[in-house]
């Protein structure tokens, strides 16, 4: 699960090294942001999708408390 606060500089650039490394990764859209909303979306519509799955925290959180 990957989240951080530049969603286009610290958490782009350890995802395009973790999906290299065979990672699954499962990007929790509302727990990253960005310096402006439009480098934000664009990051989670245009590379996320390619290289893990885009969910938001209660989605995550939802299937971590499933028995």
Do not use: N, W
Not at 30 to 42: F, G, I, K, L, S
């Amino acid at each position: 699960m990957v989240c951080s606060f530049f969603t286009g500089i610290g958490v782009d650039t350890t995802a395009r090294e973790a999906f290299q490394h065979g990672y699954h990764q499962i990007f929790v859209e509302d727990a990253m942001t960005a310096v402006t909303e439009a480098e934000h979306q664009y990051v989670c519509t245009s590379i996320f999708p390619k290289i893990g799955q885009i969910r938001t925290t209660e989605e995550v959180m939802k299937q971590l408390t499933q028995p």
